[in-house]
């Protein structure tokens, strides 16, 4: 099942335009040390955005509880989701904001209510998960059953009437749905200015036609489109590395009344970084510690996730190895050695590896931009940091 000794491997990664050899791959790239997490003011951003979800949540509640109280478990739900969490999403656009301040005329925009505003990304990012979960037949998210499973148990100890997974499936589609709602009522009631308003909703509907259109790319890859190693980067670039770092950095700077430059700047900081933090993700979906991440290791192999991981493996598998991906790949009843086996592959055929160095390299791009961006320095301090958290984290 290893990978063949004799051939050359040659891989060109997709829009970097560079072909990046075996040896090349092997290449360090010295950063320096980045500074402490505590220069992303993380810790006050978490409880500001914490604290907007909160008080916007128990309004929602007031008013689905007028409409009935069956509809209770909808906001318990969402609050659920919207509870914990990493924020990077939120503190992008709040250091994209912080980063070009001074740069900007007119009257500044209120803290807290930018950090009301930027909240909203973490109900986009709620309604991304619960409808690729659905889609992926996911059985957990954060050490909880996932939307459309805990809906199926309610509609059994209920007692209702029908097939109790087709209700599961079709109050998760709602429950996300109205995530992606509030998403929009939070960014317009958060109280920025009506300018700074208008200014965001640009890159706020980029942002989210993107991600809903690489969740269909991702649908699309999983049926046997978008092939191969390009097709996985196409996928993880919109459906995740664009709303995750690139879109959050360009809304704050929209809010702040920057100009293209600044969305250049972001782009260049941004695209690099998010797809780092999406193939972090893959990695942990297979090789991370359940009790850290929240869900099983086998999860993403039993879904048969067509991440960059498994485009690499088959790559460069003989033919066991690419009979173990057919017939185990996907396939929910596949035990516990065999996923086991599945592991090893990726390990064996460097998969794995190759992973990790496009992680480190496209880490070391987005640092690099960091540093030569022209924006407050507090801002490159706060940014740096949270590049090398998002990308090394085990959770």
Known sequence: MGRNPGRTRTTRWGDTGRVI???????????????????????????????????????????????????????????????????LRPAFAYW????????????AEDDAAVLRAVAALEFVHAS???????????????????THVGFAARHG??????????????????????????????????????????????????????????????LLRAAGGLPGAQGALTVARYKSAGYTVQRPLQLGAAIAGAGPRAADVYTAIGLPLGEAFQLRDDVLGVFGDPSVTGKSA????????????IAL?????????????????????????QLDALRRLIEDTGARSRVEERIAERTATARTAIADAPIAVEARAALDALAVAATSRTA
Not at 96 to 104: K, L
Not at 128 to 146: E, F, K, N, Q
């Open 21 to 87: 050899t075996g040896a090349a791959q092997q290449e360090s790239v010295v950063r320096p040390l980045p500074p402490p997490l505590a220069a992303a003011d993380l810790g006050r951003v978490r409880g500001a955005v914490a604290a907007a979800l909160t008080g916007f949540l128990e309004e929602q509640r007031t008013t689905l509880a007028g409409m009935d109280p069956v509809l209770e478990p909808v906001v318990d739900e969402v609050c659920a989701l919207a509870d914990g969490g990493k924020r």
């Open 96 to 107: 994209g904001w912080r980063g070009v301040t001074e740069d900007v005329s007119g009257p």
């Open 128 to 146: 991304a998960l619960v409808h690729d979960d659905v889609m992926d037949g996911a059985v957990t998210r954060r050490g909880r059953p996932a």
């Open 157 to 218: 100890d209920g007692g209702l009437s029908g097939d109790g997974n087709t209700f599961g499936v079709g109050a998760a589609i709602l429950v996300g749905d109205l995530a992606l709602v509030w998403s929009d009522e939070l960014l317009r009631r958060s109280g920025i200015s009506a300018a700074a308003l208008a200014r965001a909703r640009s890159v706020w509907d980029t942002m989210r036609t993107e991600v809903t259109a690489g969740q269909y790319l991702d």
């Open 298 to 309: 086998d999860d993403d192999l039993r879904e048969g996730k067509q991440t960059l991981l």
């Open 313 to 337: 493996a088959e790559e460069e598998a003989d033919e066991q190895g690419r009979q173990l991906l057919r017939t185990c790949l996907g396939n929910p009843d596949c035990g516990t050695d």
